[in-house]
């Protein structure tokens, strides 16, 4: 299979965040108290990222696909338990996205895809200890399974 | 009688000033000096580099499976001091023996069958020192799969990304 070039691989990652900000819009109304803080701080990081991508994509010349009104969630998200299990999957998600970008990067494009993986994989233990999952880590965060 | 290199053919450097030469070589040159009674110098000479293949150089995985072993046994022997941290170690333990096989099958070498005793590990006799301990270790752990996984080809990057993610996670489950 051909390595998606460094373009490529961050305009996926891009559709990865736009995603997972509507899922945290829908995460958000679930949850109460400091979760729902936490919920609001996670919906910042990939704001900031999906930002980021956007600029770093029309500066370099790479396609920036358009974000979509609505995504289809996995499950429904009816209470708190279904809310805290999404919020894992939305940062073992998008962490695998960031992932696959490691491959078709290097320098400084390779360190701010680690620090994306990095930054969701410990959140996403963050939203398992919060749901009092058990173990609260994977052993390769990021990697399809 | 002086022995002088062929000009134009093989480097212009003397040979003494590179590195390389080994104690064997040195010897050898001493031996047939004194064999042909000369007491010049062999200095800019290629006569005896012929054997000067280099090794290849080690892969710079291979000092991160060992790494990862020693965290699995360091996590064993902090659960066995502290059994009723065991649920929480387990996992850990488990993951870095994971990441080892992994390691150990993109170098290329087997792993040890029986599992590595952590010559490091004092473990801790009350289990917040011992988690703090082992947080420790995974923040240096952590930043030696960040160094890897940059200075990797794209093959490896993945790989390394992810065993960078989870030895931050582990600093979390650890809190």
Avoid at chain 1, 3 to 25: D, F, H, K, N, R
Avoid at chain 1, 81 to 106: F, G, M
Avoid at chain 2, 25 to 39: D, E, Q
Wanted: proline share 8%; hydrophobic share 45%; aromatic share 4%.
């Amino acid at each position: 299979m051909r390595q998606p070039t460094a373009g490529e691989a961050l305009a996926a990652v891009l559709s990865a965040e736009y995603a997972a900000i509507y899922a945290y819009g829908r995460i958000g109304v679930r949850l109460t108290g400091a979760a729902r803080e936490s919920a609001h701080q996670a919906e910042a990081a990939h704001r900031r990222r999906r930002d980021a991508l956007v600029v770093q994509l029309s500066t370099t010349g790479g396609t920036v696909p358009p974000g979509r009104a609505g995504y289809a969630l996995p499950f429904p998200v009816t209470d708190r338990a279904s809310a805290l299990r999404l919020a894992v999957e939305v940062e073992e998600r998008t962490a695998a996205h960031w992932r696959a970008a490691l491959a078709s990067t290097t320098g400084p494009d390779r360190d701010q895809a680690l620090a994306a993986l990095v930054e969701y994989a410990v959140r996403a233990t963050r939203w398992r200890k919060t749901a009092g999952v058990t173990p609260p880590t994977v052993a390769f965060p990021g990697r399809p399974t | 009688m002086v022995f002088t290199c062929p000009v134009g053919i093989g480097r212009t450097t003397p040979r003494d000033q590179v590195s390389g030469h080994t104690r064997r070589k040195l010897l050898h040159a001493g031996a047939l000096l004194a064999l042909g009674g000369a007491a010049t110098s062999l200095t800019g000479c290629d006569l005896f580099d012929r054997d000067d293949e280099p090794a290849p150089p080690p892969d710079p995985l291979r000092p991160m499976v060992d790494e990862a072993l020693g965290l699995a046994a360091a996590y064993r022997a902090t659960a066995a001091a502290n059994p009723e941290l065991t649920d929480r170690l387990g996992p850990i333990a488990e993951t870095h023996t994971a990441h080892a096989t992994e390691l150990a099958r993109v170098v290329g070498v087997t792993l040890p069958s029986a599992p590595a005793a952590d010559p490091s590990a004092t473990a801790a006799t009350e289990p917040a020192g011992a988690l703090a301990a082992l947080r420790a270790r995974e923040k240096t752990a952590q930043q030696s799969a960040t160094a890897a996984c940059a200075a990797a080809p794209a093959e490896r990057a993945a790989l390394l990304g992810s065993i960078a993610a989870a030895r931050a996670t582990h600093q979390e489950a650890l809190k």
